[in-house]
């Protein structure tokens, strides 16, 4: 960076009175821009936020692939009581109602394992069933079923499995990116507060040395002035400039504040009096690649596998329409061993083997094309998804290729505001000393203080630009191309 070291001393030495009134206030908290991303990342509310919404995704991804284990359940309904009449037909074809007064209980232990390639489940289960009679001839019966195994199979319909084992793992994968990304954000909002509070404490030191500057001028313009040497106009005019100075002062102390209040709160602290920003002292040279850039964005973005989720939800959702408007089946078989008996024991001696199967079936047969419909608005969101993923894509490479054309400009634009600013600061300088001399008028001389810190701002500004452009470069690549090497998603403690 051209006159990088007489810039940065200028400021330093500029910023002395600046931190020794803030030392008397309490400790300086000097933080240069890696320490504010640092800080923001791991203390600010937006991490807590990015973090929060990376645990929801992890725990529902948790619970996912937990509901792909065995599951084992007891279910019970202890006690069940009813008192009622019951219709009783008699051999006559008579009808009569009896009484009836029982207690009913029942247990079921059951293990289910879904079977995620066909949609069904298989089971096996342990029952329990009591049933106690009240009244003149009052009884106790079980009636148990050690073992049964079952099948639940669907057949031809909607397997919601088979599509969750593709989209589930995705959509994790999505959340680590997006928790890397959001980290990113984090560093492009904290790169522009860090340089709005920089920009603000350039601005008031600035401020005050002009306002050091007019208040001499005017000083030795009074004493021109009462030899005749200017015009009253020429000292009317040093009098408003050193007044003007004097408001901008307080103006730029309040902006001064409001800045360093903004930057407290992202970075997590309660108290903003004492930040000190300290300006950075290299400006990098980085070369970018158009090719490689966007061979490193489709290899890590999030936007690239939420594009696949979404076209994989599309097809999710055809599927469905489909199944759930043609010709479908359900078989259920078990086998295993039951009994009876008065007693608990009675019911667990010498089991007899239950075999049961079933075949249920659901067909459309009229639907006055409702079903046609459902299937066409499916087919045609999927149409739309892909038409607008297609979009989507084109958008993301034009968006990078954009971004690295950007950055690139803006690196060379920061070469170019540092030599105006010095041209700008020794124009300045020759125009005071001039002033002084009585070589120019004061018109031209606060043209040339003016030029002089609209340069230094301007300089500041594209140094900000260019850092912003930076963050949100890597963002876009996942790439560090400071440190050369792709950025890795940070380890996450999960309560």
Known sequence: ????????????????????????????????????????????????????????????????????????????????????????????????????????????????????PTGGNVYLNSRLNRTDLFGTNPNTQYRTSPIVLGLRQPLFAFNRFKWDKEIQPLRFKLAEKSYLEALEDIAIGITGKYFDVYIAQIRLINIRFNEAVNDSIFFIARGRFNVGKIAENDLLQTELAALNAQADARRAELNLEKARTDLAISLGFNDPENIVVLPPLDMPIVEV???????????????????????????????????????NASLVAEVGLNQVGNTFLEAYQNPQSQQTVSLGIDIPLLQWGKGKAAVKSALVEQQRVFAQLKLDQRRFERDIRFQVLDFL?????????????????????????????????ITNMQIAQTEKDNSRSAYIQTLKQFWVAYYRLRRSTHYDFLGGHPLEIPQITVD
């Open 409 to 441: 400009q803006l690196q060379a634009q920061v070469s170019l505001s540092a030599k105006a600013d010095t041209i700008a600061q020794r124009r300045y300088d020759v125009a005071k000393n001039r002033y002084l001399i009585g070589k120019i008028d």
């Open 1 to 116: 960076m051209p006159n990088s070291f007489k810039i940065f001393a200028l400021v330093l030495l500029l910023l002395m009175p600046f931190w020794t009134l803030q030392a008397q206030k309490g400790i300086v908290r000097e933080l240069t821009l890696d320490r504010c991303i640092s800080l923001a990342q791991r203390q600010s509310p937006e991490a807590n936020i990015a973090r929060k919404a990376y645990e929801a995704v992890y725990w529902s991804y948790r619970s996912y692939k937990a509901g792909l284990l065995p599951q084992v359940r007891l279910q019970a309904d202890i006690p069940g009581l009813s008192r009622s009449f019951l219709q009783n037909t008699l051999d006559d074809g008579t009808i009569s109602f009896v009484k009836q007064n029982l207690a009913s209980s029942s247990a079921t232990l059951s293990i289910n394992q879904q079977i995620a």
């Open 289 to 327: 690649d158009q090719n490689f850039a966007l061979a490193e964005a489709r290899a890590n973005r999030s936007d690239m596998i939420n594009y696949r989720v979404r076209g994989l939800e599309a097809e999710s959702a055809l599927s469905r329409s489909r199944s759930e408007n043609r010709f």
